[in-house]
């Protein structure tokens, strides 16, 4: 039996030789550090634990959630976070949808809006699910190169006018995956202006908001005047709060933005276990004494591996926020992969192409500050000894 066209329609994966190289490798009895898993490493709160624990021992909360968009309780936590985090009023009944994590409202907005023959915007390099779901829709995905020259922020006037005016949608994602850019405010002000120039929607992946470093705060789209007629916004618990396995988030914006994705979820799952609703109210709640502990941890990180690896020729800036480190390829080295599998070959140092992420992500490998086991310093600094002593650089 063949599987779907849609199926077919997928590139394959160009990470398959790193993978296969990793899967020998720990046959043969030698673990790879790896800097590519980009899954947050440290347990969830004990707060939000001990909350789920006294959640799932009600009854009340065994049965479907049917109020399609999330318990009440738990959309006013989410309005109140917001409010206090980015000053934006949010009406818990309307402008607010819980999801089961970021990533599944990601995939269903695209299918509350987009047909065959209809045009996405999308940034290069990016985070896969815009650019598969748009295809697995009927729709085109037109690229945004994000570029160094222009701090990985897409260029709108780089855009063809008439591929502007065709436009239904357009994905934006800062703080960056892959990248680690951030966006200003008057980029997220040019890019409402674009949105109701075009009359297009703006969906703004907005996980890695709260991972950030030396005093940055990141920005919501929706602080933007206007930005409510244009933009739904993504947000997720799974790296604030190290859960991305619980799989509980939110969508919010525009009324008919939220009233759209929720149709489509209604047909496709049945919401997130209302325990974990209520445990994330805990973690909303507590947002302010816990936040600084995760941060202060993947700083501490991102200090060590780019300055490791300026030690040994780059000329990295230290990103602002995401756990994310984009690095350039050495001249020595024709692609992405070519570098990447020498990393791993080499010196068992595991990154990932940046062409995984798109064409434009060619030229670099990203490089992740989650690290599994107990040492995680001590993995930074010996990947840099063994990319120092097993890798040839040449600047």
Not at 114 to 135: E, F
Not at 304 to 313: D, F, K, M, T, Y
Request: aromatic content about 10%; charged content about 20%; some cysteine.
């Amino acid at each position: 039996m063949q599987v779907a066209q849609r199926l077919q329609r997928i590139p394959p994966y160009p990470f398959r030789e790193i993978a296969m190289l990793k899967a020998k490798m720990i046959e043969e009895g030698t673990e790879p550090i790896d800097l590519g898993i980009g899954d947050p490493d440290m347990p969830t709160p004990d707060f939000i634990i001990e909350a789920l624990c006294q959640a799932a021992h009600d009854p009340d909360t065994h049965p479907y959630d049917e109020s399609g968009f999330g318990i009440p309780e738990y959309k006013q936590a989410i309005a109140d976070f917001v409010q206090h985090r980015f000053g934006i009023d949010i009406d818990p009944d309307g402008e607010v949808q819980s999801c089961i994590g970021s990533k599944e409202a990601l995939a269903h907005i695209v299918w509350a809006y987009i047909d065959p023959g209809d045009i996405v915007l999308v940034p290069d390099p990016a985070y896969s699910v815009y650019k598969v779901q748009t295809s697995w829709c009927g729709g085109a995905a037109f690229p945004m190169p994000l570029l160094a020259e222009n701090d990985f922020l897409p260029d709108f006037d780089a855009i063809p006018k008439g591929v502007a005016k065709a436009a239904k949608m357009m994905f934006l994602n800062y703080p960056n995956n892959p990248t680690g850019a951030v966006a200003p405010p008057e980029f997220l002000q040019e890019a409402v202006k674009f949105a109701h120039d075009n009359e297009l929607l703006i969906v703004n992946d907005a996980a890695y908001v709260e991972i950030s470093f030396d005093g940055y705060r990141a920005h919501s789209i929706l602080e933007v005047e206007g930005a409510k007629d244009v933009a739904i916004e993504m947000h997720s618990l799974s790296k604030t709060f190290n859960m991305t396995g619980w799989r509980v988030g939110w969508a919010m914006g525009g009324r008919q933005y939220v009233e759209a994705l929720s149709k489509t979820k209604s047909n496709v799952d049945s919401g997130t276990f209302m325990a974990i609703q209520r445990a994330a109210i805990a973690g909303l709640q507590r947002y302010d004494q816990w936040v600084d502990t995760v941060r202060s941890q993947y700083q501490e990180r991102r200090d060590a591996l780019v300055e490791g690896l300026n030690s040994l020729g780059w000329k990295l800036q230290k990103p602002k926020a995401t756990f994310y480190v984009w690095v350039p390829i050495p001249p020595n080295y024709e692609t992405s992969g070519d570098f990447a599998t020498v990393l791993l070959r080499d010196a068992q140092v595991l990154a990932i192409p940046g062409s995984v992420y798109g064409a434009y992500g060619e030229g670099f490998v990203r490089m992740s500050l989650t690290i599994k086991g107990p040492d995680k310093l001590g993995q930074i600094r010996q990947a840099i000894d063994s990319i120092r002593q097993n890798v040839k650089l040449e600047w």
